[in-house]
């Protein structure tokens, strides 16, 4: 594995060849129970995968619970 390779592995399933930034790195917002990746790159695919699974499992009710925080309470 080269430095390069060291570089572009993905943080959340691990291989390499991560094509764009984590959102965490841009100060972005997750839902609760979403895997936070252990590096700065992802794979995009992985990525919405992990946010439609971690959306999926939570309630209407939690959704907008975190919505509400997210926008300090300027949500519906």
Known sequence: MTKNDDEDVCGLCGQPGADKMALW???????????????DMV???????????????????????TIRAMTGGRWP
């Open 25 to 39: 790195t841009g100060g972005g917002v997750y839902w609760p129970g979403e895997m936070i990746p252990d590096t």
């Open 43 to 65: 794979h995009q695919s992985c990525e919405q995968a992990e946010t439609a699974r971690a959306h999926a499992e939570l309630t209407q009710q939690q959704r907008d619970v």
